[in-house]
């Protein structure tokens, strides 16, 4: 069983840097997609930035330049370091581990040509969150 755990989250100031972590366990594919993803309150969730079992990554328009995914394949942690942050960065931040081509999908998502919902179910397995709150 595939179990994602989330840490890192704070709260900050505006244009202050935090780095999340998610440890997974139970993973075990050679293809894969691994995503982070955001839902502020009162709002729908959002893709934030994806990366694949090639290291490729992509991110949504809003954090391009500021966010940047990696991951550490030997100790199985995905990671988001987010620069500059923006009271728009608030949210509850998850990470999720899917199928290689949710990867390319995303992309499409990216550039406004999907819906998040119908991109979600290629992810199966999601972390609880951990939350992000930037104050100006």
């Known amino acids: 069983q595939v179990h994602l755990v989330e840490s890192g989250g704070a709260s900050v100031q505006a244009g202050e840097s935090l780095r999340l972590s998610c440890q997974i366990s139970g993973f075990t594919a050679r293809f894969y997609c691994m995503g982070w993803f955001r839902q502020a309150p009162g709002k729908e969730r959002e893709g934030v930035a994806t990366i694949d079992n090639d290291g490729d990554t992509r991110y949504r328009d809003s954090v391009k330049g500021r966010f940047t995914a990696s991951e550490d394949n030997a100790n199985k942690i995905l990671y988001l370091e987010m620069n500059s942050l923006t009271p728009d960065d608030t949210a509850m931040y998850y990470c999720?581990?899917?199928?290689?081509?949710?990867?390319?999908?995303?992309?499409?998502?990216?550039?406004?040509?999907?819906?998040?919902?119908?991109?979600?179910?290629?992810?199966?397995?999601w972390g609880q969150g951990t939350q992000v709150t930037v104050s100006s």
């Open positions: 999720a581990v899917g199928t290689s081509g949710a990867c390319i999908t995303m992309g499409r998502y990216f550039a406004g040509r999907f819906d998040l919902e119908d991109i979600t179910p290629r992810f199966a397995s």
